[in-house]
């Protein structure tokens, strides 16, 4: 079983840089062919997929949130980290860590000041 953890600050003012990071835990995120990826859930609203990072290391982005959005990964803690640039109120929302059909349990992030 892969397990998924989320992590890091539940408050963003706007205008600044969100960061989260998934620990995993069951799986090495170097394994072939598979995924990680970053999904979110604004408050009232469906899921949004942000992006993902592959087992080789490459990032692919959701078109809309592409100039905002940095996916990178740390082998050595088998973790993999969100960057979200410019964050303005309507990026707040809970934040998941995917290895399908594996979540992470989610991490709330309000943007406010």
């Known amino acids: 079983q892969v397990l998924l953890e989320e992590s890091g600050p539940g408050l963003v003012k706007p205008s600044q840089t969100l960061s989260l990071t998934c620990t995993v835990s069951?799986?090495?995120?170097?394994?072939?062919?598979?995924?990680w990826h970053w999904v979110r859930q604004p408050p009232g609203k469906g899921l949004e997929w942000i992006g993902r990072?592959?087992?080789?290391?490459?990032?692919i982005y959701s078109p809309s949130l592409k100039s905002r959005t940095s996916i990178s990964r740390n082998t050595s803690k088998n973790q993999f980290t969100l960057q979200l640039s410019s964050v303005t109120p309507e990026d707040t929302a809970v934040y998941y860590c995917?290895?399908?059909?594996?979540w992470g349990q989610g991490t709330q992030v309000t943007v406010s000041s």
């Open positions: 990072m592959s087992f080789s290391g490459s990032p």
């Open positions: 069951g799986a090495s995120i170097t394994t072939n062919y598979y995924f």
């Open positions: 995917v290895r399908l059909p594996d």
